[in-house]
């Protein structure tokens, strides 16, 4: 992972700067009125700015009091662009890396599709239109996405996955997307263009990291909605109160009016808002995978059904060799030296394994091959392999295959304990291999699917989370059971077809649930588009990519257990700023309602449980702590709440008391701080 | 406070719970169309009023058609109501003679009934025939009761239901709300009323010689019956001016406590009606334990204060051990008066056995500020529940990111749709409550009506257009409500308190009843936990109730502070 898309550190200085200027000109209140919170706090920052300059110049009321109010207002609101533009320059700084791969690059394209020594023509890459052909050859980059309609060639693909090994992309099958800006190590190919200049996958790659395409998710409208109609309610409740005050005496001033509004709106959650959601997006690309849309991360937090393909997911893909047992009357010495002299020409994985097996578990010392070896390999006819040596016919392979050879050299019985072996290797999930010496049987080797060692607890982690882990796998179900409960996996689906896949999506969401699944195929297409979370490798087709709602650059399918988390931890920090921002009302009221109305009731001191030394820096205090919160939040807007994998109940718990609890006192403790400092300051 | 006192108060909350789970699966066996030991009496009558009226029952309806016909149903009882109060002169059983009620006042009173507010800005007895009282005001106790009960119904089944495009047929719940549950509960109470002592008669009054030989006419009339569908119904307009503080209406101990006991005993049930009928009754018992904790520790404050008295009074050699009697009724005490006053006002109910007026500043911010948490601690009939379904959805939608799923409450997914019809039915409270209260405090005509100044006029004020937005009915007294002003305002804030609310709610309704129910996992937000009851409670107190400690404090807060300092007003 060493040329990934590095994170830039939370207060890089380029990009400190760079969201400083980005804070200013967000103020433009066109583009603030999408944040309907601080639209607010910026029009009565306005408001109380032009109060200040009227008693600035006529002399008149409390100009140093209105001022620092003005200030921290306009202060409240840049702090809230200021957390939104540092999340996006982050983004910004890695989208300038991979424009910077985005060079202009020729293209050949073919005059004549399909012909095979066309003339070629130079054009510029953003000129070529889908369906175009174009060669590509050694050390070329690919100018454009396309399919690849003729040809085989080794790719780099660094350019996009940071994974520096070449990958073979040919025509036909499931490894003919290829990707603009990536190139061509060896041979040529015939490429397709199926996207054009401006819609190509670095572009949207592109447009996504740098959040240009943005749009709030449905969970954040939501939030927005409530954010908002809170807004309203304070409006009311404030703006009543200058009636109640009047009828009680008491001649409010604009100012504090204002004070007290911007205090109790929800401002915390409504700066940060949109920065949580550019934060969550920004830690998925961290771990090379890009979203298509923030609903789609949204959506991963939610889903509580995860589909995992067996092979590369859950057991390591190639079945290894797991034990040798001999036959009766064989010692296991001579059946394990057999399997071993009968693999060592076998360059398959099973081959190695069984070579491996019999020299670490068996000991068995490796001497090296003789040269009056005649090597038997394998064939689909015969579906035996082995070695002639020393006047043996050493053979393995599957087990009816290795009794008609047997049978052949004159020997049709089986010995006491053969079929035992077999079927209890079969019942187990593995694959019995047999082991002959000529017409004698030697012994029954046990291959098995190999589950990933630390898979089960990451299960197990998952459940008590409330997601339930299915496993899709072509095996049969006796085979696909053994592994299943191995795995720990809740559920699976055995002898599993594209269209099994489809089915059991749409039965489980119609259950009301929220699937997730990530697949390469484009017969996998359908099922990624119907997923609720659909995780394309990037090493897969166009139509899968397109098909699903993410990319993973790394083509790696254990990432879909990451993907969930990151979009938890988004959904577990916004919800915890909401509970945050809401419960520090409480003590701002403790604060400002007395100093409103001391005047008139002296009596009302007593609400002033935080001893704050007058009216103004009581009023005052509140307004810097509200604005001070932002700053003192954005790291943990950006790096998202301690993510733990527990079940609901207890993360309930725990984030209640934190941001809960935490929400209502933090507040006091922290205007009361600020109190003593503007009292030792002589602000107010 | 004594021991006795709040043994008094443990009994009646033990009698109101023992019967929660009976009266609540009983409520959701009707509401469900299964048999109960009443169909072999009621069925043939039910499906007689579904046969003259030309109803199917099996035909249901959609969220929009079930609102359109309550509005509709509603809007004609509101006419028919008006106009008994315009025309009553023209009526039988007018043995006063009362001529016809004010345009004003005649429009506050139907609104008031209707909405189940029973906000009374005239004395019953010296106002209303008893022809208006049987066939208005009565009819209307138990329809608005019935409305309440069915609307809650629709919004239970949203969540009961998945993917499902009906939520109910508004005249079968209409009618299986008063037939089964609000008639029968009625009769017996009206018995047991009947037996500790209430009148039931079509006299209009006895004429008597006093002791010192003065003659008196003593108002009666067929009050048990009325009494009874008051309490149950939760609406709280009394026969008599003085409502429950009325001897006739409430004339011992063992009457207070069945008058008490029938005002919890519908709204306590539904919860568990709703558990019922989602299929978890764990979930009713949380929102019951949440109302229930408010309304206790508001009982304890209330009781709390009211014992501790008046300062001032000690000053002058009262004995300060009694508590405060002013505006009580010995018979019922300050336990008894407390009690009743934070139940009423918890409940939506608005019957009163004391003058809150009268109450210690904080004991009679108690009753505003249980009205003005929305009434759902447990609420009206019916709206309490619904009400508190809206506060239960709030809650998940604030907290329930916390867990890393997006918001749902019983497996439904709360989204931008749910929650801007939510903010909608929030925000009429502070609208009517704060913006008519604002306003009627610098009106000068308005304010002529305070009979005290300062604080307590203030609250009086807030009182009044709480009571009314939040279809209580209960008056702080001392302010003469009687006025154009008033019965205008009051009459508007009644009608958006009940049907501004009842509009975005039921379309809340609509929109998750067609939503999938997703199964709960351990990942589901748990909402049947204690620790759901806390958050819960927090979000009433915080996002329910912070809007309005501006207006608290001028009022009964600086009111007590200023009483300690020996100011009263």
Redesign the interface.
């Known amino acids: 992972m060493a040329s990934k898309l590095q994170a830039a550190s939370l207060f890089d200085p380029a990009i400190f700067w760079r969201a400083s200027i980005d804070a200013l000109i967000k103020l433009d209140p066109r583009k603030l009125v999408r944040n309907p919170v601080i639209f607010v706090t910026e029009i009565v920052a306005a408001v109380v700015t032009a109060i200040f300059v009227r008693e600035f110049v006529t002399g008149s009321g409390d100009p140093a009091f209105s001022g620092q109010i003005a200030a921290w207002l306009w202060f409240t609101v840049l702090f809230a662009n200021f957390a939104e533009a540092v999340a996006e320059g982050r983004g910004k700084a890695q989208a300038a890396t991979l424009r910077g791969m985005r060079s202009n690059v020729m293209a050949k394209r073919l005059a004549v599709p399909g012909i095979v020594d066309e003339a070629v023509e130079h054009i510029a890459a953003d000129e070529l239109r889908i369906g175009d052909i174009v060669l590509v050859e050694a050390g070329d980059l690919i100018p454009a996405d396309g399919e690849i309609v003729e040809g085989v060639a080794t790719v780099n693909e660094a350019a996009i996955t940071g994974e520096s090994a070449p990958v073979i992309r040919e025509a036909g099958g499931d490894r003919s997307a290829v990707t603009g800006g990536t190139t061509v190590v060896s041979d040529w190919v015939k490429v397709k263009v199926t996207a054009e200049a401006g819609s190509t996958f670095l572009d949207r790659m592109i447009a996504l990291v740098e959040g240009a395409e943005r749009q709030k998710t ?2 954040e ?3 927005s ?2 954010l ?3 807004t ?3 409006l ?13 005496g008491t001649e409010l001033s604009l100012t504090v009016l204002i004070a ?1 509004l911007v205090t109790l709106i929800p401002t915390t959650i409504g700066g940060l808002l949109s920065a949580i959601g550019i934060a969550g997006m920004d830690r998925l690309i961290r771990f090379n995978v890009i979203a298509t849309s923030g609903r789609a991360v ?1 959506a991963a ?2 889903v ?1 059904t995860l589909l995992l393909d067996k092979t590369g997911t859950i057991t390591f893909g190639n079945r290894q060799a797991t034990e040798i047992i001999p036959v009766a009357g064989v010692q296991e010495k001579e059946a394990v030296e057999a399997a071993w002299l009968a693999s060592l020409a076998d360059e398959t994985a099973e081959g190695r394994s069984i070579v491996s097996l019999a020299q670490e578990k068996y000991n068995l010392s490796a001497t090296a091959k003789s040269n009056d070896m005649k090597l038997i390999v394998f064939s689909a006819s015969t579906r035996l392999s082995g070695v002639d040596v020393g006047g043996h016919k050493l053979r393995k392979g599957a087990v009816d295959a290795v009794l008609k050879f047997c049978a052949n050299e004159g020997n049709k019985t089986e010995p006491a304990n053969f079929r035992g072996a077999v079927d209890r290797i079969a019942q187990s999930g593995g694959t019995p291999l047999a082991l002959a010496d000529g017409a004698r049987l030697l012994g029954v080797i046990h291959l098995k699917d190999v589950v990933k060692g630390e898979i089960k607890e990451r299960f197990g982690e998952l ?6 882990t299915v496993m899709v796998t072509g095996d049969n179900p006796v085979t696909a059971a053994a592994i299943a409960s191995e795995a720990g996996v809740d559920d699976f689906i055995a002898e599993a077809t594209p269209e099994d896949k489809l089915r059991y999506i749409r039965e489980q969401q ?5 699937i997730a699944m990530c697949g390469d195929g484009t017969n996998d297409a359908p099922a990624l588009a119907q997923a609720d979370v659909g995780v394309a490798m990037q090493t897969g087709t166009q139509a899968a990519r397109e098909a699903g709602n993410m990319v993973d650059l790394d083509s790696n399918p254990t990432k879909l257990i990451e993907v969930v988390e990151i ?3 988004l ?2 920090t ?3 700023l ?2 945050f921002s ?2 520090n ?2 003590a701002k ?1 403790f604060a400002i ?1 007395p100093a ?2 001391v005047v008139t ?1 002296p ?2 001191q ?2 002033n449980v935080m001893h704050l030394a007058t009216p103004k820096s009581a009023i005052l205090s509140a307004v810097i702590f509200n604005a001070l919160i932002i700053i003192a939040l954005i790291p943990l807007a950006l790096r998202g709440v301690q ?1 733990r994998s527990a ?3 207890s ?3 725990r ?2 008391l934190i ?2 609890l935490g929400g209502i006192l933090l507040p006091f403790a922290g205007i009361k701080l600020v109190d003593l400092t503007v009292a030792v300051l002589g602000l107010a | 406070m004594t021991a006795i006192g709040w043994l008094q108060i443990g009994i009646l909350f033990a009698l109101v719970l023992v019967c929660v789970k009976p009266l609540g699966g009983y409520m959701a066996r009707v509401f469900q169309g299964e048999r109960t030991p009443l169909t072999i009496v009621l069925g043939p009558i039910e499906r007689g009023f579904y046969r003259l009226a030309g109803v199917d029952p099996a035909k249901e309806q959609g969220w929009f058609a079930y609102t359109v016909a309550m509005i509709v149903f509603n809007a004609a009882g509101f006419l028919l109501l008006y106009l008994i109060l315009r025309l009553q002169g023209f009526f039988p059983l007018n043995p006063q003679g009362f001529s016809a009620v004010a345009p004003d006042l005649a429009f506050n009173t139907a609104i008031s009934f209707v909405t189940n507010t029973n906000w009374q800005a005239y004395g019953g007895e010296t106002t209303m025939s008893h022809f208006a009282q049987m066939t208005g005001l009565t009819v209307q106790n138990f329809l608005s009761a019935a409305t309440g009960i069915a609307l809650a119904i629709a919004f239970v089944r949203a969540f009961a239901r ?1 993917g499902a495009a009906y939520v109910g047929n508004f005249w079968v719940d209409m009618t299986r709300a008063t037939l089964y549950v609000l008639l029968p509960f009625s009769v017996i109470v009206a018995l047991a009323f009947v037996a500790s002592g209430l009148p039931q008669t079509l006299l209009a009054s006895v004429d008597v010689k006093t002791l010192e030989g003065a003659a008196q006419t003593i108002a009666i009339g067929p009050v048990a019956s009325q009494e009874a569908i008051k309490q149950l119904g939760t609406n709280g307009g009394g026969f008599f001016n003085v409502n429950s503080a009325h001897p006739f209406e409430n004339p011992n101990a063992i009457s207070n406590l069945i008058s008490i006991w029938a005002m919890l005993a519908i709204s306590a049930s539904l919860p568990y009606t709703f558990g019922k009928m989602a299929g978890d009754t764990r979930q009713g018992w949380a929102l019951l334990l949440a109302m229930l904790v408010i309304l206790v520790a508001g009982v304890g404050i209330a009781y709390w204060a009211e014992a501790g008295g008046n300062p001032a009074f000690a000053a002058f050699g009262i004995d300060p051990s009694s508590g405060n009697l002013e505006g009580k009724e010995v018979r019922f005490g300050v336990v008894m008066s407390a009690l009743y006053a934070a139940v009423t006002t918890g409940l939506s109910c608005g019957a009163v056995n004391a003058m809150h007026d009268s109450f210690t500043p904080l004991a009679g911010m108690i009753p505003l500020i249980m009205i003005k948490l929305g009434e759902v601690l447990p609420g009206g009939v019916g709206s309490g529940l619904y009400g508190m379904l809206i506060f239960a959805i ?1 809650a998940v ?11 749902e409450y019983l ?1 439904k997914k ?3 749709r ?3 019809l ?2 909608f039915a ?2 009429i409270l ?2 009517c409550i ?2 008519f ?3 009627a ?2 009106l000068p005509f308005a304010l002529e009506s305070l009979a005290n100044n300062g ?1 307590h ?2 609250s009086e004020i807030l009182y009044a257009y709480s009571s009314a937005t939040g279809n209580n009915g209960s008056a702080f007294a001392g302010l003469s409500a009687n006025t154009k002003w008033y019965n205008t305002t009051l009459g508007i804030s009644m009608l958006l308190g009940r049907f501004a609310y009842i509009v975005p709610m039921m379309a809340i309704a609509g929109s998750l009843a067609a939503k ?4 709960a ?6 909402t049947h ?1 204690p ?1 759901f009851v806390g ?1 819960l409670i ?1 979000v009433i107190l ?2 329910g109730g ?6 608290l ?2 009022g009964p ?2 009111e007590h ?2 009483m ?2 020996g100011k009263t007003f």
């Open positions: 449905p969970n409208l939501a939030l909605i409530l908002s109609g809170m309203l309610i304070f009311i409740a404030v703006a009543t109160l200058w009636g109640l005050a009047g009828y009680s007290l949204e937090g939610d509580d459940r008590r989370m409330g997601i339930r119609a259950n009301g649930r929220l979009g938890k931890q959904l577990m916004r919800g915890s909401t509970t809401i419960a009302d409480v009221y309602i409103l109305f009731y009596e009302l007593a609400l993510y079940g609901a109940a993360l309930l718990r984030n209640l941001y809960g | 998945s709030l939608f604030i907290a329930g990111l916390m867990v890393g799923r997006t918001p497996g709360i989204e931008a749910e929650m801007k939510a903010m929030v925000l502070p609208l704060l913006g209260s604002a306003a405090a610098n604080p006029g203030l999938k129910r997703s199964p996992s351990a990942g589901t937000f748990p936990t620790l958050l927090g915080i996002v912070l809007q309005f400690f501006p207006a404090a001028l807060i600086v502070l200023l300690l300092a």
